[in-house]
């Protein structure tokens, strides 16, 4: 019994190893002409093809099988830019060569190219490495095999792959998303990948046909050919990068324009009068307005990461805010001024001088008697020259009187001083409102145009 399973065992191994030797030596494979007709072609003749589309279809399997691909981007979906996202529709073709078909179109009736369903053929596992959704490829499609053994198959894909979006330059900003090709098991030693057409062609090609939905557009193509490892094994890719570029025009009409308007009307407000009182409710509503317009627009800010125009928002809130407190120093300063206005020091009288007046009308410098006020004395209301006083001398009963009119003098005297210190603070106040609203502007300015001069780069 045992010697019979070992002779049974022995020719099948025989068997095995004549149809090996077989298959080495055929290097041409031919298909039988008789089953093409006019109605069609008879499934028998590549009934033999199609039994082997389990295994890759090659004559030596230390020949790598060579397929190369092409893609058309016809349309850009949507762009998650809090799950960095991108959604895009493909049509994906691949070329291959099947060296088991092959027929001569002459003696099948000048038949060149057959249609043949994909379920009856081998097919590369290629696949998009930055893919996050399993490939929902409709069943039943079909592909083009050529009387020389290429085989040409395109599919439908929509595909969402992850795309390291850089939002700092929102909303001018341009993103470069990857779309790597690869095989999933062959490596280098069973398949290596080529391209049906140049990137340019892909590229002009996409340009004629994609569609956008929303705010993105499309710029260009541009690839590259690295090979990814993965452990000791190595694997053939080409990488695409998709550049798309955001349509700015929603977010300058609906955030930019507005958030000008506000800060215009806040730069003009300082042209109303201090004394009023009405300048500090005026920038209160305006600051509380800005607030509700930022709330507004909070849904068309990305919520991922910190944007350029993020950081232009809360200059302009900031500086808002020192406006406001300007006004409120301001009011401070006119409030100290005419209610108890105490004695200037030198050095900011001098400097208030040195500001407001020419240099040639300037005193250059201050009796001791009136350090505070930088006026002569001769100048002071209610003072006179020494010679008057002594011109006549007071008898006995007018001095109760003299005594009077000396008092009432004085305090003329204080009250003028006190009226000269009011308007050299009132003064003083104005110079200072002026100059913290051309820092202002001037601070405006450069925040603008250096917000301005990132975008454009």
């Given at each position: 019994?045992e ?7 022995g ?12 298959g080495?030596?055929n290097t041409?494979f031919?298909?039988?002409c008789?089953?093409?007709h006019?109605?069609g072609?008879?499934?028998?003749a590549?009934?033999a093809?199609?039994n082997?589309?389990?295994?890759r ?5 230390s020949?790598?099988t ?14 998650d830019?809090q799950?960095?996202l991108l ?5 994906f073709?691949?070329i ?18 057959l ?6 053929l081998?097919?590369p ?16 499609l079909?592909?083009y ?9 395109s599919k439908?894909m ?15 900003d ?7 090709f690869s ?5 280098v030693?069973s ?9 340019w ?11 956008t939905q929303?705010?993105?557009?499309f ?8 090979r990814?490892v993965v452990?000791?094994?190595?694997f ?9 570029r ?8 609906n ?12 730069a ?15 920038k ?14 909070n ?12 950081v232009?928002f809360?200059?302009?809130?900031s500086?808002?805010v020192?406006?406001?407190l300007?006004?409120?120093?301001i ?14 020091p030198?050095w ?9 007046c020419?240099?040639?009308?300037c ?5 001791k ?12 209301p ?31 005297e204080?009250?003028?001083?006190k009226q ?5 603070w ?16 001037l ?11 990132l975008?454009?780069?």
């Open positions: 019994m010697v019979g399973w070992s002779a049974r065992q020719v099948l191994l025989c068997l095995t190893v004549s149809l090996l030797l077989q080495r030596a041409t031919t298909i039988n008789s089953g093409f006019q109605d072609v008879d499934p028998a590549f009934q093809i199609f082997q589309k389990a295994f279809p090659v004559t030596n399997y020949i790598p060579h397929v190369n691909i092409s893609f058309t981007l016809s349309a850009i979906l949507e762009v830019a799950l960095q959604t895009s529709f493909l049509w073709n691949m291959w060569a099947n060296p088991f078909i092959s027929w001569d179109p002459e003696e099948c009736d000048n038949v060149n190219k249609t043949v369903t994909t379920e009856n081998w097919l596992d290629i696949f998009i490495v930055e893919s996050m959704n399993v490939d929902q490829t409709p069943e039943g079909s592909a095999v050529t009387s020389d053994g290429r085989i040409a198959y439908p929509r595909v969402t792959s992850i795309c390291n979006l850089d939002i700092f330059y929102f909303p001018f341009q993103q470069n998303c990857t779309l790597t095989s999933f098991l062959y490596t030693d398949m290596l990948l080529g391209m049906e057409k140049e990137v062609e892909i590229k002009d090609t996409s340009q004629d046909v994609v569609r929303g705010e993105w557009e710029l260009g193509i541009s690839k590259a050919t690295p990814m452990g000791s094994s190595l053939d890719q080409i990488m695409f990068y998709v550049a798309i955001r349509k700015p025009n929603l977010y300058v009409i955030l930019l324009v507005p958030s000008g308007f506000l800060m215009a009307i806040d003009l407000s300082f042209y109303l009068p201090a004394e009023s009182g009405n300048r500090a409710p005026f209160i509503t305006l600051l509380l307005g800005y607030n509700v317009f930022l709330l507004m627009m849904k068309l800010l990305p919520s991922s990461g910190t944007p350029l125009i993020s232009y809360a200059l302009c809130l500086l808002m020192l406006s406001l300007e006004t409120v120093f009011t401070y300063l006119l409030h100290l001024a005419t209610t108890q206005p105490p004695p200037m030198g900011l009288h001098s400097l208030l001088l040195h500001c407001t020419p240099r040639k009308c005193p250059t410098a201050s009796h008697g009136n350090k505070g006020l930088g006026l002569p004395p001769a100048q002071l209610g003072l006179k020259e020494p010679v008057e006083l002594v011109e006549k001398s007071p008898g006995p009963g007018e001095a109760e009187v003299a005594g009077g009119l000396g008092w009432t003098r004085a305090q003329r204080q009250e003028a001083q000269h210190r009011v308007e050299l009132v003064q003083f106040s104005h110079m200072m409102d002026t100059l913290l609203f051309r820092l202002y502007l601070f405006l300015a450069s925040s603008i145009l250096t917000v301005i001069g975008w454009s780069t």
